[in-house]
């Protein structure tokens, strides 16, 4: 390993890691670089797995040991080691996880390919928080999701807080972006599925019905939090469900409405394999 203590914040070498509470900044920085951050080991070992490349890593001297390990391919990559006050003064937030690596973001995909080889995916309309992106990976792995497409205002599942939130996630469930709906709705309809929009319709249909049959091919549709999805989606969709609520409440939190809905959609197909 190349194994670098920090005696200068100021390097070059480190910027990668400066500024990463600056949401707004790193959203810009990241994809035009061409990296994304995997914090902690667990994430950095599902990336590398994923067959992503490390550009370098950040760790505090415990650290080092299992680095070792992990980076036993990559003899060349810098290992920059560093006192946690240092850590906290570069990044801008307690790196309490021990280890951060920045990673070449891998090329994008073809959302029209990932429809082909694909029955079952998840459509996520300008969701903003990261948080919630990372739920729905997570969920969307869990439960058998063959992919994830996102509309151009969705938030960068390779955002630091996504991929933590998604516990890897997203660097294991294929994702691409989406063209804007007068491209994307015909897209979906060309390649045979069913786009189904969760909204709150007076033609909706029960979650509960809708898993009694379902299409071969299906494409789960949210949108984003508070004003939900756009007239253009719904226009795009040829289908609506609903969760029903109880007790006056009229939503679920849109990562907590995806888990619900995989996994009825997958116990619908384990039922009608049977």
């Known amino acids: 390993m190349r194994v670098i203590r920090i005696d200068d914040l100021s390097l070059p070498e480190l910027a990668d890691f400066t500024q990463l509470t600056d949401v707004a900044l790193r959203r810009v920085r990241e994809p035009a670089e061409g990296l994304y951050l995997a914090e902690s080991p667990k994430v950095i070992t599902r990336a590398l797995a994923t067959g992503h490349r490390p ?8 650290w080092l040991p299992s680095i070792a390990l992990l980076l036993a391919d990559y003899p ?9 006050a240092q850590l906290e003064q570069l990044t801008g ?3 309490h996880r021990g280890a951060l690596a920045s990673m070449h973001r891998p090329e994008p995909l073809d959302p029209e390919e990932l429809l082909r080889t694909s029955t079952r995916v998840v459509v996520l309309e300008d969701l903003a928080d990261h948080t ?4 729905v990976f997570r969920s969307a792995a869990a439960l058998g999701v063959d992919a994830v497409l996102l509309t151009p205002g969705c938030a960068d599942p390779l955002y630091r807080r996504a991929v933590r939130v998604s516990m890897g996630a997203v660097l294991q469930v294929p994702w691409a972006r989406l063209p804007d709906w007068r491209e994307a709705g015909p ?3 060309e390649t045979g599925y ?6 709150l319709r007076d033609d909706a249909q029960d979650l509960a019905e809708f898993v009694e049959d379902i299409p071969e091919k299906l494409a789960l549709m949210f949108g984003t939090e508070g004003p939900g999805l756009t007239k253009r989606a719904l226009a ?19 990562a907590t409405a995806a888990a619900l809905a995989l996994w009825a959609v997958r116990t619908g197909d384990q039922r009608a394999a049977k």
Do not use: C
């Not at 060349?76 to 946690?84: F, H, I, L, R, S």
């Not at 919630?132 to 739920?135: E, K, S």
């Not at 069913?194 to 909204?199: D, G, H, K, N, Y």
């Open 194 to 199: 069913e786009l189904t929009a969760f909204a």
């Open 132 to 135: 919630n992106v990372g739920a």
């Open 187 to 189: 897209l979906f309809r």
């Open 93 to 95: 937030f307690n790196m």
């Open 76 to 84: 060349d990559v810098p290992v920059y080691v560093g006192a946690p």
């Open 236 to 254: 795009s969709a040829s289908s609506s469900v609903v969760i029903p609520m109880e007790h006056g409440v009229d939503s679920l939190n849109v």
């Open 55 to 62: 550009r370098a890593l950040l760790i505090v001297e415990e």
